[in-house]
């Protein structure tokens, strides 16, 4: 999970990507995970939320950006908020 030569991260998924690798390293094997491409993708494949906004929405916005932070780590726990 070592960051890519010239790549680099963007905006507030850099936060994101970071706690992906921290998730998987300390949960399970990393072995072929590529953080940046699944956090691209995870905005638009969770269920909107009951406003009808999904989660791209939200990473427009420091504030929407944490919010997804906070989700992805209640996802590692299991907790629901």
């Not at 953080?35 to 906004?53: H, K, M, Q």
């Amino acid at each position: 999970m070592a960051k890519k030569p010239g790549v680099t991260r963007r905006g507030g998924q850099a936060q994101l990507v970071d706690q992906v690798e921290r998730i998987v390293r300390d949960s399970g094997d990393p072995t072929g995970l590529d953080a940046s491409r699944w956090v691209t993708a995870f905005p638009d494949a969770l269920r909107p939320a009951p406003d009808g906004r999904r989660p791209r929405e939200f990473m427009r916005t420091s504030a929407g950006r944490a919010a997804v932070v906070r989700l992805a780590a209640q996802m590692q726990s299991g907790a629901h908020a």
